[in-house]
């Protein structure tokens, strides 16, 4: 099952402009500016950013830095622990030791946001594999997503 689901995930193209983890982060800003009932306009002058330097942040063509956890809250008027609870949640800040959120993260970004409940199976039957077997497969993985990547810059 799991190499079905690897190969199914690299037949698909990804944005030029996108990484997974700028995608899982894009979905969790627009939930909760739209929660906040909040346009991007609003953001935007909430964080010093022109509207034009804030939409790429909700089409996932940025990367969140953790020095810009406490700004990037103030500006979706939500605390900070709720802020980092939420990205825990769709593993973009990882817990110590964890590798499991941030290859989630890799995984959901190849498959696309319909994803969820294979990337979540793929995940769970990895998690059931001895320790050096999983080792081994999520090498290939890595190995596999970074070459595909570099495939498609090329086109």
Do not use: C
Request: hydrophobic share 40%.
């Amino acid at each position: 099952m799991a190499i079905a689901v690897l190969e199914f995930m690299l037949s698909k193209p990804t944005p030029d402009k996108t990484s997974p983890e700028g995608l899982l982060l894009a979905g969790v800003l627009k939930e909760i500016r739209r929660e906040r009932r909040l346009t991007q306009q609003q953001v935007a002058d909430n964080w010093d950013l022109t509207v034009d330097g804030y939409r790429p942040w909700e089409r996932g063509e940025r990367h969140l830095r953790t020095n810009q956890i406490t700004s990037l809250a103030a500006a979706l008027t939500i605390s900070e622990a709720d802020l980092m609870t939420r990205l825990r949640a769709q593993g973009l800040l990882p817990d110590e030791g964890d590798y499991q959120p941030s290859l989630r993260a890799q995984l959901a970004g190849l498959f696309g946001p319909d994803s969820a409940d294979a990337v979540d199976s793929l995940v769970r039957e990895l998690a059931e594999m001895p320790e050096a077997d999983r080792q081994q497969f999520l090498a290939t993985i890595r190995y596999q997503i970074a070459g595909y990547h570099v495939s498609h810059q090329r086109d």
